[in-house]
């Protein structure tokens, strides 16, 4: 039997390792400058629903965990008090962007205010992790820190699942075209802000790639080591919003289909399986619970009254495209839409992606058009139900991250070793890598211009931000350095790292059978 004949399942790598902390050094320096050049890129909320988010994690951590329920302008929200000093460096005035009757200094402590945000019955786990720094500086400062901390979050979920992909058996441009094609100028400008579809992409991209790594067993990282992993990204994913452990279900499920049967039975009746279970059906239990207790199922309506059938097929029609370009880059209040050069650079990519899944195994290439059919069938159902029931809301593209992220990684999952890789696989991955880079770069440089220049239309009147140039230039020398760390942290895997080799074919008890010949 030939090297190139034997399924990636009946891999190993040769010999397990503990943590390459040089390149998760590199790949989070990398991440954390990126997030942190679109923390100063991007003027205070000038992402959607920022300065609720900030209100929910400032609230979290001065003490009111639990909301204080009331109907908002749109049908929901919360009351929450929060320093005046964290509102005023977006919004001028006493009350910011709130009229009056939804501002109250008398119910507050004082150097507080009462306000309510559409964010205030959310689950507080996401909050309390991003809202510690306003307890060391309540004003510009705190926001700025706010962000740091969500992208110091965001790049240790990034970083973590960069090197379990690049330690599976597959060529490194391979590896890093399924990684970073998922990763969409959304996902990564959400890094910089307070929002908790940030950690959620994050820890999802995190979620995939260990998925992957367990169930298949062929990870150059040690078993413990992933099996911590496992349960951690599990935890994180599932408790960040309420519904996001139907992602790590529907995750799973996605993955379990690219194994043999040997190796989804062995992982099921694992105990790493069985624990990351657990933390998804405990998960569930708490943040439903919270849903229920504090009314968070109830939305902002898309349309004052439900729209007849035919009118909302219509619509939803109407809005796939729309959705699709969300999850790419619809930046600020999601006004600034992504220029068609990124959105063909990303359409090519994703092209190649699904290529490249058939080129190594044609379980692979189906399950990444089937993931894709999600991709654009979840938000078309979800807008379609949210026109017929007014209390559904609207989905927006940044919802369907946690499976944009993960759906790239199902073409990586199979095929021959990494030493048999063909021309035409290695080739797409460069050319996708490529594609990335422009669309990425195109994204920013319009945002960039958008948000120095002509300031896009937001449903409030932000503060201008004292000197924008100079704290987007420098956000703008640290996304530049960013990309330039991640392009080292590829090379350096291609050209200068350690490769990973297939070892002798071993059967699930650990048995090792004769080695096939290259």
């Known amino acids: 039997m030939s090297g190139t004949d034997l399924p990636m399942d009946d891999y190993q790598p040769a010999g397990r390792q503990a943590v390459p902390w040089r390149a998760w050094l590199g790949w989070f320096a990398a991440f954390l400058l990126i997030g942190a050049g679109w923390a100063l890129v991007a ?40 320093p005046v000093s964290l509102m005023r460096p977006a919004y001028p005035g006493p009350c910011g962007r709130f009229p009056h009757a939804w501002c109250s200094f008398a119910s507050a402590p004082p150097g507080q205010v009462t306000v309510v ?65 998922g990763l969409t100028p959304d996902a990564l400008s959400l890094t910089g802000a307070v929002n908790s579809s940030a950690l959620e992409a994050a820890a999802a991209v995190c979620y995939w790639a260990v998925l992957l790594a367990l169930i298949h067993d062929n990870s150059a990282l040690s078993g413990r080591l992933l099996a911590f992993l496992g349960v951690a990204a599990t935890a994180v994913l599932s408790l960040t919003r309420e519904y996001d452990w139907l992602w790590a279900t529907l995750a799973m499920v996605l993955v379990l289909a690219t194994a043999s049967i040997q190796h989804r039975r062995a992982f099921l009746r694992s105990t790493v399986g069985r624990g990351m279970l657990l933390v998804i059906v405990a998960s569930a239990a708490v943040t439903e619970l919270w849903s229920y207790r504090f009314k968070a199922y109830q939305v902002f309506p898309m349309f004052p009254k439900p729209l007849s059938l035919s009118a909302a097929l219509r619509h939803s029609v109407a809005m796939a495209p729309i959705q699709i370009r969300e999850t790419l880059g619809y930046l600020s209040w999601d006004t600034v839409q992504p220029p068609a050069l990124a959105a063909a650079c990303w359409a090519l990519a994703v092209a190649a992606v699904v290529v490249i899944g058939f080129a190594l195994s044609r379980r692979a290439g189906l399950l990444v058009v089937t993931g894709l059919a999600f991709v654009v069938g979840i938000p078309f159902v979800m807008t379609l139900a949210g026109s017929l029931h007014p209390m559904i809301g609207e989905w927006l593209g940044r919802y369907t991250l946690p499976l944009v992220v993960g759906i790239p990684l199902l073409a990586i999952a199979r095929g021959a070793a990494a030493h048999a890789e063909r021309k035409i696989v290695i080739a797409l991955a460069s050319a996708v890598l490529i594609l990335v880079l422009c669309g990425q770069a195109t994204v920013f440089a319009h945002a960039w211009t958008v948000f120095l220049t002509a300031p896009p239309a937001t449903p409030f009147v932000a503060a201008p931000r004292p000197t924008p140039h100079l704290d987007a230039l420098i956000g703008s020398v640290f996304l530049l350095l960013g990309a330039l760390g991640i392009l080292g942290s590829i090379l350096w895997a291609e050209y200068g790292g350690p490769s990973a080799r297939p070892a002798p074919e071993r059967s699930r008890s650990g048995t090792a059978s004769p080695a096939p010949s290259a």
């Open 117 to 181: 945000s559409g964010e205030g019955r959310m689950f507080p786990f996401y909050y309390a992790l991003a809202g510690w720094p306003s307890l060391l500086s309540a004003g510009r400062t705190g926001w700025y820190l706010m962000r740091l901390d969500n992208t110091v979050l965001c790049a240790l979920m990034l970083a973590t699942a960069a090197v379990v992909v690049m330690s599976l058996p597959r060529r490194p441009l391979v590896l890093a075209a399924a990684l970073l094609v």
């Open 43 to 82: 003027p205070l909320d000038q992402v959607p629903d920022e300065a609720d988010h900030v209100y929910r994690a400032a609230a979290v951590v001065h003490g009111q965990v639990f909301p204080r329920l009331v109907t908002y302008d749109h049908g929901t929200g919360a009351t929450e008090n929060v």
